[in-house]
């Protein structure tokens, strides 16, 4: 069965550094997505991309952070300036189309750590 | 914003059958969601309703009632495997996934 992979699985990075979480989608889904889970909380939303536009972003996504899709295969998150609290479990995910009856289906996540 | 309630914690024996209940405050959304999360692991989808009633995924059904802003989780001959977090989640609008706290489930034996 296709799935969502993502890398690296664990990621250390001193604060205030600059960090890229790669995942790669499942190939014929069109609607990409960025979740974090910190340690014990739930899992929240950051954004969601479509057609190399972000369709969709909450209110933690904020210039911090950004998204793209740099070839045909890969969708980025780029932290800049991390900080303690950015440490948290990063999950991409992903869904053929992004009407609200459709299951998106989520990678095995990067636990970001910063220090 | 959106209020989605689940219990905590619960616990049950291998063989049993669980029901794991989420409740809702939200005026209107596309579909619930139920996913499996077992622990350091990614959600895994399991289920989801968009019309009121029952839908059957062999031993995982999910129930829903808009009308009573009320969804659960039916889980049936229970393994050991099932012990995880099950998290009852909304597409209230938009693309955005909006998820609950989460069930932890512990199944003994």
């Known amino acids: 069965e296709p799935e969502v992979t993502q890398t690296p699985s664990h990621q250390v990075t001193q604060m205030g550094q600059e960090v890229i979480l790669h995942c790669v989608p499942i190939?014929?889904?069109?609607?990409f997505y960025w979740y974090r889970q910190i340690l014990g909380q739930k899992v929240e939303f950051l954004v969601s991309?479509?057609?190399?536009?972000?369709?969709?972003k909450s209110e933690i996504f904020d210039d911090q952070f950004s998204v793209e899709r740099p070839d045909g295969s890969n969708f980025t998150l780029k932290i800049r300036s991390t900080k303690l609290e950015d440490s948290a479990m990063y999950f991409c995910?992903?869904?053929?189309?992004?009407?609200?009856?459709?299951?998106?289906?989520f990678g095995d996540g990067t636990r970001l750590s910063i220090l | 914003g959106q209020n989605i309630d689940q219990p905590t914690e619960m616990t049950a024996t291998e063989g049993a059958i669980v029901q794991i209940n989420c409740t809702y405050q939200?005026?209107?959304?596309?579909?619930l969601f139920w996913y499996q999360q077992h622990a350091g692991e990614a959600p895994t989808f399991l289920s989801y309703?968009?019309?009121?009633g029952l839908e059957e995924k062999g031993r995982f059904s999910s129930f829903l009632s808009r009308s009573k802003g009320y969804s659960y989780l039916l889980l049936k001959e229970l393994q050991m495997k099932d012990s995880a977090s099950y998290l009852c989640?909304?597409?209230?609008?938009?693309?955005?996934?909006?998820f609950g706290k989460g069930t932890t489930l512990s199944v003994s034996s």
């Open positions: 939200t005026s209107g959304f596309n579909g």
């Open positions: 190939s014929n889904h069109l609607y």
């Open positions: 991309f479509y057609n190399n536009e972000i369709s969709e």
């Open positions: 309703n968009v019309l009121d």
């Open positions: 995910a992903s869904s053929y189309t992004g009407e609200g009856n459709q299951p998106q289906h």
């Open positions: 989640s909304l597409n209230q609008a938009g693309t955005a996934l909006i």
